[in-house]
């Protein structure tokens, strides 16, 4: 099967895109590559090696459906209400291995892995994060807009604290 090169740099630069707006925290950027009814969502594992399959019905670490609730998000992380995010840890994500794995009606289909590490400086501690991404797409002009971002993380110890920036 040959791969369609140029799509897959596309598809890739969203990712990477996405990434670069969590690290700067340039939120409003990060909530406009998401489709208003999109879905964010961080599944549990149900035992070592079974994830929960129903975000509606069963254990989630974070399920998000529809923009508005990414919007409530951000104003939380905002708003210097919530005392675990006065001072927010430094992040860096890193994704490879992107490849595209189908198409779903009009959706592009594509997988990565990640690393995301989190300095928090007030506890001078790194955590980390790893694990892989599913992401369906949705044509945007040049690009594309998130309809969808399922996170497995692999090492689902939670040390502290799980946000959106965190994964």
């Not at 694990?131 to 690009?143: I, T």
Request: aromatic share 10%; proline share 4%; net charge negative.
């Amino acid at each position: 099967m040959a791969i369609d090169v140029q799509l897959l740099a596309r598809v890739t630069d969203c990712l990477l895109e996405e990434a670069a707006c969590l690290d700067q925290r340039r939120w409003d950027d990060w909530l406009a590559l998401y489709d208003e009814d999109c879905v964010f969502w961080v599944p549990a594992w149900d035992d070592d090696d079974v994830l929960t399959e129903d975000p509606e019905a069963q254990l989630s670490l974070i399920f998000l459906h529809g923009r508005p609730r990414l919007d409530e998000r951000v104003w939380r992380i905002r708003s210097g209400l919530s005392s675990s995010l006065l001072r927010m840890p430094r992040t860096t994500h890193m994704v490879s291995n992107v490849r595209l794995a189908g198409q779903d009606g009009e959706c592009l289909l594509a997988t990565a892995n990640f690393q995301v590490n989190a300095f928090k400086h007030d506890e001078k501690r790194v955590d980390f994060f790893f694990g892989h991404y599913a992401y369906a797409l949705s044509p945007r002009g040049d690009g594309f807009g998130i309809r969808s971002k399922k996170i497995v993380i692999n090492n689902d110890i939670i040390p502290r604290q799980l946000d959106v920036f965190s994964v």
